[in-house]
C-alpha cells in the first residue's frame, strides 16, 4: 500500500498576505506512475485524491520485480506541482525441501519464483548459532526453475542449510526458509 500526503508549503512560511502554507491539502489529485528499475519511462497505474484526513491511498498496485514509484500532485491554483520517487525491492519466492537418501545424506530441492532459467542458486551452511552463514555449493535453476542440492548430516550436533538466489536488476537478495539437520 502508498499513501501520503499533500502539504502545501511556502519557504518563507507565509504568502505576501501573511498566510501560511504548512497544512495538508484535502482533496488534492495525484498520480502513481511505475517504473521497472533499469527502465527510462514512467507508466501512470492509478490515480487519486486525497480524503477528508487528507490522506491518498493506492492499495490495488503490487509490484512483481523491483520498481520505482513516483506520486506526482500536478499543483493547483497557488499550490505548485511536486512529486516524491520511492524505490520498492521485491523478493523472489523460494521454495524449499529436504529428503532422506537413506545412506546418511539428505537431498534439499525446491523451486524459483517467478519462473527463471539458469538463475544462480547458492547453498549455505551454518554449524552453529553464532557463527556465520557460509556458501558451499552453486548450481542454476533448470528450465522448470527447479533446483537441488546434495547434503550430509553431521556427525554430531547440528547443521542448518538454506538456499539464497542473489541480487540482480530485477528482485533482491532471496531467500529460502532454514532447513536444522542433528544427529
Known amino acids: 500500500m502508498f499513501e501520503g500526503q499533500v502539504v502545501a508549503h ?15 491539502l484535502e482533496d488534492a489529485p495525484v498520480a ?23 490522506v491518498f491511498r493506492f492499495a490495488s498496485h503490487k509490484p512483481s520485480r523491483n520498481t520505482d514509484y513516483k506520486v506526482v500532485y500536478p499543483g493547483e491554483l497557488i499550490y505548485a506541482a511536486s512529486s516524491v520517487t520511492k524505490r520498492v525491492g521485491v523478493r523472489r519466492v523460494i521454495s524449499s525441501s529436504m529428503t532422506s537418501n537413506g545412506d546418511g545424506t539428505y537431498t534439499m530441492r525446491g523451486s524459483v519464483a517467478p519462473k527463471v532459467s ?20 552453486s548450481t542454476k535453476t533448470s528450465s522448470s526453475s527447479t533446483w537441488a542440492f546434495r547434503v550430509t548430516a553431521p556427525t554430531s550436533g547440528s547443521r542448518r542449510y538454506r538456499v539464497y538466489t542473489p541480487a ?6 532471496s531467500y529460502s526458509g ?4 542433528r544427529r
Do not use: H, I, M
Not at 44 to 54: C, I, L, Q, W
Open 32 to 54: 502513481l506512475y511505475a517504473r521497472p528499475v533499469g527502465w527510462s519511462t514512467w507508466k501512470r497505474v492509478a490515480t487519486g485524491r486525497t480524503n477528508s484526513e487528507t
Open 168 to 173: 540482480d536488476s530485477r528482485f533482491l537478495t
Open 118 to 137: 539458469g538463475k544462480t542458486v547458492r547453498l549455505q551452511r551454518k554449524t552453529c548459532s553464532s557463527c556465520a552463514w557460509s556458501t558451499v555449493k
Open 178 to 181: 532454514v532447513w536444522t539437520l
Open 10 to 24: 511556502s519557504e518563507a512560511g507565509s504568502d505576501d498576505l501573511g498566510y501560511r502554507y504548512t497544512d495538508p
